[in-house]
Protein backbone atom coordinates (compact mmCIF):
# COMPACT_ATOMS: atom_id res chain seq x y z
CA UNK A 1 0.00 0.00 0.00
CA UNK A 2 1.31 3.59 -0.91
CA UNK A 3 1.35 5.91 1.98
CA UNK A 4 1.68 9.68 2.06
CA UNK A 5 4.04 11.93 3.70
CA UNK A 6 3.74 15.38 4.40
CA UNK A 7 6.39 17.29 5.83
CA UNK A 8 5.71 20.47 8.10
CA UNK A 9 5.98 23.60 8.64
CA UNK A 10 6.53 23.59 4.51
CA UNK A 11 3.46 21.55 4.10
CA UNK A 12 4.61 19.48 1.20
CA UNK A 13 3.17 16.48 0.86
CA UNK A 14 4.67 13.24 -1.33
CA UNK A 15 4.16 9.04 -1.61
CA UNK A 16 5.62 6.57 0.30
CA UNK A 17 5.93 3.42 -1.57
CA UNK A 18 5.55 -0.59 0.66
CA UNK A 19 8.75 -1.06 2.48
CA UNK A 20 10.06 2.58 1.59
CA UNK A 21 11.90 4.55 3.97
CA UNK A 22 10.78 7.71 4.00
CA UNK A 23 14.15 9.72 2.81
CA UNK A 24 14.55 7.05 -0.08
CA UNK A 25 11.29 8.51 -1.57
CA UNK A 26 11.56 12.01 -0.65
CA UNK A 27 14.90 12.20 -2.63
CA UNK A 28 13.25 10.05 -5.57
CA UNK A 29 10.94 12.90 -6.04
CA UNK A 30 12.92 15.96 -5.46
CA UNK A 31 11.76 17.11 -1.73
CA UNK A 32 14.63 18.49 -0.01
CA UNK A 33 15.25 17.04 3.30
CA UNK A 34 18.34 17.08 6.11
CA UNK A 35 20.43 13.74 5.53
CA UNK A 36 24.15 12.44 5.25
CA UNK A 37 24.56 9.02 5.60
CA UNK A 38 21.48 7.97 4.33
CA UNK A 39 22.43 4.73 6.33
CA UNK A 40 21.31 5.15 10.29
CA UNK A 41 24.69 6.37 11.35
CA UNK A 42 25.55 10.42 11.32
CA UNK A 43 21.68 11.52 12.92
CA UNK A 44 21.61 14.33 9.76
CA UNK A 45 18.17 13.36 9.56
CA UNK A 46 16.60 13.18 12.63
CA UNK A 47 13.02 14.53 12.42
CA UNK A 48 10.08 14.66 14.59
CA UNK A 49 7.31 12.20 13.91
CA UNK A 50 4.26 14.56 14.35
CA UNK A 51 1.41 11.69 12.99
CA UNK A 52 1.32 8.01 12.14
CA UNK A 53 3.47 5.24 12.97
CA UNK A 54 7.11 3.96 11.23
CA UNK A 55 9.24 0.96 12.07
CA UNK A 56 12.99 1.85 12.07
CA UNK A 57 15.66 -0.33 10.30
CA UNK A 58 18.92 -1.20 11.43
CA UNK A 59 20.44 2.40 13.11
CA UNK A 60 23.04 3.68 15.34
CA UNK A 61 22.00 4.74 18.74
CA UNK A 62 23.91 7.30 18.53
CA UNK A 63 22.00 8.69 15.60
CA UNK A 64 19.08 7.89 17.30
CA UNK A 65 18.28 6.71 21.09
CA UNK A 66 15.54 4.77 22.40
CA UNK A 67 14.89 7.69 24.31
CA UNK A 68 14.71 9.60 21.48
CA UNK A 69 12.69 7.63 18.99
CA UNK A 70 10.06 6.65 23.02
CA UNK A 71 9.61 10.66 22.08
CA UNK A 72 8.56 10.81 18.56
CA UNK A 73 11.58 11.57 16.91
CA UNK A 74 12.73 9.22 13.60
CA UNK A 75 15.03 9.11 10.93
CA UNK A 76 13.66 9.24 7.66
CA UNK A 77 16.89 7.89 6.10
CA UNK A 78 15.23 4.17 7.68
CA UNK A 79 11.65 4.63 8.88
CA UNK A 80 9.35 2.64 6.84
CA UNK A 81 5.52 4.43 7.20
CA UNK A 82 2.98 1.99 8.31
CA UNK A 83 0.55 4.32 7.99
CA UNK A 84 0.11 7.91 6.31
CA UNK A 85 2.49 10.07 8.21
CA UNK A 86 3.14 13.86 9.35
CA UNK A 87 7.23 14.39 9.89
CA UNK A 88 8.43 18.37 11.57
CA UNK A 89 11.57 18.57 9.10
CA UNK A 90 13.48 21.41 8.26
CA UNK A 91 13.25 22.38 4.95
CA UNK A 92 16.52 22.13 2.66
CA UNK A 93 15.17 24.73 -0.66
CA UNK A 94 17.56 23.22 -3.26
CA UNK A 95 18.08 19.79 -2.06
CA UNK A 96 16.31 17.82 -4.35
CA UNK A 97 16.70 20.46 -7.51
CA UNK A 98 19.25 18.38 -9.33
CA UNK A 99 18.00 15.07 -10.69
CA UNK A 100 19.80 11.92 -8.74
CA UNK A 101 21.06 10.02 -11.28
CA UNK A 102 23.19 7.08 -12.33
CA UNK A 103 26.09 7.01 -14.83
CA UNK A 104 29.59 5.40 -15.81
CA UNK A 105 32.51 7.35 -14.76
CA UNK A 106 36.21 6.48 -15.30
CA UNK A 107 39.59 7.29 -13.63
CA UNK A 108 41.38 10.12 -15.25
CA UNK A 109 44.31 10.21 -12.94
CA UNK A 110 45.07 8.61 -9.04
CA UNK A 111 47.62 11.15 -7.31
CA UNK A 112 48.83 10.53 -3.46
CA UNK A 113 49.22 13.98 -2.06
CA UNK A 114 50.13 12.64 1.19
CA UNK A 115 50.59 9.08 2.24
CA UNK A 116 47.18 7.98 3.24
CA UNK A 117 45.26 10.41 0.79
CA UNK A 118 44.71 9.80 -2.61
CA UNK A 119 43.05 12.44 -5.23
CA UNK A 120 41.01 10.83 -7.73
CA UNK A 121 39.76 12.32 -10.99
CA UNK A 122 36.86 10.66 -12.63
CA UNK A 123 35.08 11.20 -15.98
CA UNK A 124 31.76 11.94 -16.48
CA UNK A 125 29.73 11.15 -19.24
CA UNK A 126 29.93 14.85 -21.61
CA UNK A 127 26.35 14.57 -23.12
CA UNK A 128 24.92 15.74 -19.72
CA UNK A 129 26.83 16.93 -17.06
CA UNK A 130 26.26 16.52 -13.36
CA UNK A 131 24.73 19.11 -11.66
CA UNK A 132 25.44 19.77 -8.24
CA UNK A 133 25.34 21.85 -5.08
CA UNK A 134 28.98 23.19 -4.32
CA UNK A 135 29.17 20.27 -0.60
CA UNK A 136 27.13 17.57 -2.38
CA UNK A 137 28.54 13.84 -2.40
CA UNK A 138 28.28 11.07 -5.50
CA UNK A 139 28.17 7.37 -4.50
CA UNK A 140 30.55 4.63 -6.37
CA UNK A 141 28.07 1.61 -6.62
CA UNK A 142 30.49 -1.59 -6.03
CA UNK A 143 30.47 -4.99 -7.82
CA UNK A 144 28.48 -6.30 -4.26
CA UNK A 145 26.14 -3.07 -4.78
CA UNK A 146 27.70 -1.68 -1.39
CA UNK A 147 28.01 1.96 -1.81
CA UNK A 148 30.74 4.49 -0.98
CA UNK A 149 29.94 8.41 -0.85
CA UNK A 150 32.88 10.63 -1.83
CA UNK A 151 32.01 14.10 -1.85
CA UNK A 152 33.59 16.48 -4.96
CA UNK A 153 36.18 18.87 -3.87
CA UNK A 154 35.69 21.12 -7.65
CA UNK A 155 32.68 23.77 -7.58
CA UNK A 156 29.99 22.63 -9.95
CA UNK A 157 30.92 25.67 -12.94
CA UNK A 158 34.17 23.50 -13.65
CA UNK A 159 31.80 21.09 -15.28
CA UNK A 160 32.50 21.85 -18.54
CA UNK A 161 32.78 20.44 -21.99
CA UNK A 162 34.95 18.02 -20.40
CA UNK A 163 33.00 17.11 -16.97
CA UNK A 164 35.04 15.51 -14.52
CA UNK A 165 34.99 15.32 -10.54
CA UNK A 166 37.63 15.26 -8.08
CA UNK A 167 37.40 13.39 -5.12
CA UNK A 168 39.55 12.88 -2.05
CA UNK A 169 39.95 9.68 -0.04
CA UNK A 170 41.46 8.74 3.17
CA UNK A 171 42.80 5.23 2.78
CA UNK A 172 41.01 3.87 5.87
CA UNK A 173 43.47 0.18 6.17
CA UNK A 174 40.47 -3.14 6.02
CA UNK A 175 38.14 -1.08 4.06
CA UNK A 176 36.20 -2.29 0.99
CA UNK A 177 36.40 0.53 -1.16
CA UNK A 178 39.79 2.56 0.01
CA UNK A 179 42.02 -0.96 -0.06
CA UNK A 180 41.09 -1.32 -3.54
CA UNK A 181 42.18 2.57 -4.56
CA UNK A 182 45.28 2.35 -2.64
CA UNK A 183 45.89 -0.83 -4.10
CA UNK A 184 44.61 -2.37 -7.47
CA UNK A 185 42.77 0.66 -9.16
CA UNK A 186 44.43 2.03 -11.86
CA UNK A 187 43.54 5.19 -15.13
CA UNK A 188 41.11 3.92 -17.56
CA UNK A 189 38.76 1.75 -14.69
CA UNK A 190 35.27 1.95 -15.28
CA UNK A 191 33.06 2.35 -12.08
CA UNK A 192 28.60 3.24 -11.53
CA UNK A 193 28.57 6.07 -9.94
CA UNK A 194 25.05 7.79 -8.69
CA UNK A 195 24.27 11.41 -7.49
CA UNK A 196 24.13 14.22 -6.67
CA UNK A 197 23.15 12.99 -2.88
CA UNK A 198 23.46 15.86 0.34
CA UNK A 199 21.99 18.75 1.48
CA UNK A 200 25.71 19.73 2.99
CA UNK A 201 26.15 22.68 0.56
CA UNK A 202 26.43 26.61 0.63
CA UNK A 203 23.19 28.60 1.21
CA UNK A 204 23.71 30.86 -1.04
CA UNK A 205 20.65 33.41 0.47
CA UNK A 206 22.45 34.40 3.52
CA UNK A 207 24.56 37.38 4.18
CA UNK A 208 26.45 35.82 7.49
CA UNK A 209 29.99 35.79 7.83
CA UNK A 210 31.10 32.18 7.07
CA UNK A 211 32.94 29.47 9.14
CA UNK A 212 34.42 26.52 7.33
CA UNK A 213 35.51 23.69 9.41
CA UNK A 214 37.45 20.59 8.03
CA UNK A 215 39.30 17.56 9.44
CA UNK A 216 41.45 15.57 7.14
CA UNK A 217 39.89 14.50 3.49
CA UNK A 218 36.43 16.47 5.29
CA UNK A 219 38.65 18.95 3.51
CA UNK A 220 37.12 17.95 -0.06
CA UNK A 221 33.65 19.83 -0.17
CA UNK A 222 35.36 22.46 1.96
CA UNK A 223 37.21 23.36 -1.29
CA UNK A 224 34.10 23.57 -3.61
CA UNK A 225 32.40 25.67 -1.69
CA UNK A 226 35.64 28.09 -1.51
CA UNK A 227 35.94 27.63 -5.65
CA UNK A 228 32.36 28.20 -5.59
CA UNK A 229 32.60 31.01 -3.60
CA UNK A 230 35.35 32.44 -5.60
CA UNK A 231 33.58 31.76 -9.27
CA UNK A 232 30.64 33.89 -7.38
CA UNK A 233 32.82 36.55 -6.33
CA UNK A 234 31.22 36.87 -3.23
CA UNK A 235 32.16 39.09 -0.42
CA UNK A 236 31.06 37.29 2.41
CA UNK A 237 33.69 36.91 5.15
CA UNK A 238 34.60 33.20 5.34
CA UNK A 239 37.38 31.38 7.48
CA UNK A 240 38.73 28.57 6.73
CA UNK A 241 40.32 25.74 9.54
CA UNK A 242 41.48 22.89 8.41
CA UNK A 243 42.63 20.13 11.02
CA UNK A 244 45.28 17.26 10.47
CA UNK A 245 47.54 15.34 12.57
CA UNK A 246 51.06 16.96 11.03
CA UNK A 247 52.20 19.20 8.60
CA UNK A 248 52.01 16.14 5.86
CA UNK A 249 48.65 15.81 6.28
CA UNK A 250 47.56 19.25 4.66
CA UNK A 251 47.63 17.67 1.42
CA UNK A 252 46.38 20.76 -0.09
CA UNK A 253 48.05 23.91 2.01
CA UNK A 254 49.57 25.22 -0.86
CA UNK A 255 45.83 25.69 -2.80
CA UNK A 256 44.78 27.20 0.93
CA UNK A 257 47.16 29.75 1.15
CA UNK A 258 47.04 30.31 -2.93
CA UNK A 259 43.29 30.80 -2.56
CA UNK A 260 43.74 33.03 0.74
CA UNK A 261 45.73 35.47 -1.67
CA UNK A 262 43.52 35.48 -4.23
CA UNK A 263 40.11 36.14 -1.97
CA UNK A 264 40.57 38.93 0.23
CA UNK A 265 37.63 37.92 2.07
CA UNK A 266 39.05 34.67 3.02
CA UNK A 267 41.13 33.64 5.93
CA UNK A 268 42.84 30.90 6.19
CA UNK A 269 43.86 28.29 9.52
CA UNK A 270 45.28 25.41 9.48
CA UNK A 271 45.28 23.97 13.10
CA UNK A 272 47.70 20.40 13.72
CA UNK A 273 47.07 18.21 16.25
CA UNK A 274 50.24 15.91 16.19
CA UNK A 275 52.92 18.18 14.97
CA UNK A 276 55.84 16.07 14.19
CA UNK A 277 59.31 17.58 15.69
CA UNK A 278 60.68 18.24 11.58
CA UNK A 279 57.15 20.16 10.60
CA UNK A 280 58.84 22.68 12.27
CA UNK A 281 55.23 23.90 13.08
CA UNK A 282 54.82 27.46 14.37
CA UNK A 283 50.50 27.65 13.79
CA UNK A 284 47.65 27.23 15.54
CA UNK A 285 47.85 23.07 17.42
CA UNK A 286 45.13 21.30 19.41
CA UNK A 287 41.77 20.06 17.75
CA UNK A 288 40.21 22.10 14.90
CA UNK A 289 37.23 23.20 16.45
CA UNK A 290 38.72 24.10 19.53
CA UNK A 291 40.41 26.96 17.70
CA UNK A 292 37.36 28.52 15.75
CA UNK A 293 36.16 28.40 19.77
CA UNK A 294 39.01 30.63 20.83
CA UNK A 295 38.59 32.89 17.37
CA UNK A 296 35.08 32.94 18.21
CA UNK A 297 33.45 32.91 20.97
CA UNK A 298 30.44 34.65 20.15
CA UNK A 299 29.21 32.75 16.84
CA UNK A 300 25.50 34.41 16.88
CA UNK A 301 25.80 35.94 13.67
CA UNK A 302 27.27 33.23 11.96
CA UNK A 303 27.10 30.30 9.77
CA UNK A 304 29.49 27.13 10.54
CA UNK A 305 30.20 24.19 7.81
CA UNK A 306 31.83 21.37 9.18
CA UNK A 307 32.67 18.22 7.23
CA UNK A 308 35.17 15.13 8.40
CA UNK A 309 35.71 12.96 10.93
CA UNK A 310 32.37 12.12 12.70
CA UNK A 311 33.81 12.77 15.92
CA UNK A 312 34.74 16.22 15.06
CA UNK A 313 31.80 16.87 13.50
CA UNK A 314 29.99 15.57 16.86
CA UNK A 315 32.07 17.92 19.05
CA UNK A 316 31.96 20.82 16.83
CA UNK A 317 28.21 21.06 16.83
CA UNK A 318 27.47 20.53 20.69
CA UNK A 319 30.28 22.49 21.57
CA UNK A 320 29.74 25.98 18.93
CA UNK A 321 25.98 25.50 19.63
CA UNK A 322 26.20 25.09 23.65
CA UNK A 323 29.11 27.30 24.31
CA UNK A 324 29.57 30.23 21.42
CA UNK A 325 25.85 30.94 21.02
CA UNK A 326 25.73 29.67 17.13
CA UNK A 327 22.00 28.83 16.15
CA UNK A 328 21.26 24.95 15.92
CA UNK A 329 19.92 25.45 12.80
CA UNK A 330 23.06 27.61 11.19
CA UNK A 331 25.20 24.64 12.06
CA UNK A 332 25.12 22.29 8.38
CA UNK A 333 27.93 19.03 8.16
CA UNK A 334 28.44 15.99 6.69
CA UNK A 335 30.09 13.45 9.00
CA UNK A 336 31.84 11.13 6.96
CA UNK A 337 30.86 8.02 8.75
CA UNK A 338 32.09 4.69 7.33
CA UNK A 339 31.22 0.73 8.18
CA UNK A 340 33.64 0.97 11.50
CA UNK A 341 30.66 3.47 12.58
CA UNK A 342 27.53 0.75 12.00
CA UNK A 343 28.68 -1.91 13.98
C1 LIG B 1 28.07 11.79 3.06
C2 LIG B 1 29.45 11.18 3.09
C3 LIG B 1 30.48 11.75 2.35
C4 LIG B 1 31.77 11.21 2.41
N1 LIG B 1 32.77 11.82 1.71
C5 LIG B 1 34.04 11.34 1.84
C6 LIG B 1 35.14 12.00 1.17
O1 LIG B 1 34.97 12.99 0.44
N2 LIG B 1 36.39 11.53 1.38
C7 LIG B 1 36.63 10.43 2.18
O2 LIG B 1 37.81 10.06 2.36
N3 LIG B 1 35.60 9.77 2.80
C8 LIG B 1 34.33 10.19 2.62
N4 LIG B 1 33.30 9.52 3.25
C9 LIG B 1 33.56 8.19 3.86
C10 LIG B 1 33.48 7.12 2.74
O3 LIG B 1 32.18 7.07 2.20
C11 LIG B 1 33.83 5.70 3.22
O4 LIG B 1 33.04 5.38 4.33
C12 LIG B 1 35.30 5.55 3.58
O5 LIG B 1 36.11 5.94 2.48
C13 LIG B 1 35.62 4.11 3.95
O6 LIG B 1 35.27 3.25 2.90
P1 LIG B 1 35.92 1.81 2.75
O7 LIG B 1 35.04 1.00 1.85
O8 LIG B 1 37.36 1.92 2.39
O9 LIG B 1 35.89 1.25 4.21
P2 LIG B 1 34.74 0.41 4.97
O10 LIG B 1 34.53 -0.90 4.30
O11 LIG B 1 33.57 1.29 5.16
O12 LIG B 1 35.48 0.18 6.35
C14 LIG B 1 35.89 1.31 7.12
C15 LIG B 1 36.75 0.85 8.29
O13 LIG B 1 35.95 0.07 9.14
C16 LIG B 1 36.51 -1.21 9.28
N5 LIG B 1 35.36 -2.14 9.25
C17 LIG B 1 34.75 -2.70 8.17
N6 LIG B 1 33.73 -3.49 8.56
C18 LIG B 1 33.70 -3.41 9.90
C19 LIG B 1 32.89 -4.02 10.89
N7 LIG B 1 31.92 -4.90 10.57
N8 LIG B 1 33.13 -3.71 12.19
C20 LIG B 1 34.12 -2.84 12.55
N9 LIG B 1 34.94 -2.26 11.66
C21 LIG B 1 34.72 -2.52 10.35
C22 LIG B 1 37.45 -1.40 8.12
O14 LIG B 1 38.52 -2.27 8.46
C23 LIG B 1 37.93 -0.01 7.88
O15 LIG B 1 39.03 0.33 8.70
C24 LIG B 1 32.02 10.05 3.19
C25 LIG B 1 30.97 9.46 3.91
C26 LIG B 1 29.71 10.02 3.87
C27 LIG B 1 28.60 9.37 4.65
S1 LIG C 1 21.28 8.84 10.02
FE1 LIG C 1 19.88 9.30 8.46
S2 LIG C 1 21.06 10.36 7.00
FE2 LIG C 1 22.55 9.70 8.46
Redesign the pocket.
Given at each position: MTFTATVQPAGRSFNIEPDEPVLQAAIRQGVGLPY????G??GSCKSRLLEGRVVHGAHQSKALSADEEAAGMMLTCCAVPQTDVVIEARSVPGAGQFAVRKMPSRVLSITRPAPD?AVLTMQLPANDPLRYHAGQ?I?FI?RDG????????NAPHTQTDKPAIE???????????????FGAMKEKDILRVEGP??S?FLREDSPKPIVLLAS???F??IKAIIEHLQFKASTRSVTLYWGCRSKADLYLHDWALAAAQQMPNLRYVPVLSEPRADDAWTGRTGLVHRAVMADWPDLSGHQVYA??APIMVESAQRDLVAQCGLPADEFYA??????????
Amino acid sequence: MTFTATVQPAGRSFNIEPDEPVLQAAIRQGVGLPYGCKDGACGSCKSRLLEGRVVHGAHQSKALSADEEAAGMMLTCCAVPQTDVVIEARSVPGAGQFAVRKMPSRVLSITRPAPDVAVLTMQLPANDPLRYHAGQYIEFILRDGARRSYSMANAPHTQTDKPAIELHLRHMPGGLFTDHVFGAMKEKDILRVEGPFGSFFLREDSPKPIVLLASGTGFAPIKAIIEHLQFKASTRSVTLYWGCRSKADLYLHDWALAAAQQMPNLRYVPVLSEPRADDAWTGRTGLVHRAVMADWPDLSGHQVYACGAPIMVESAQRDLVAQCGLPADEFYADSFTSEADKH
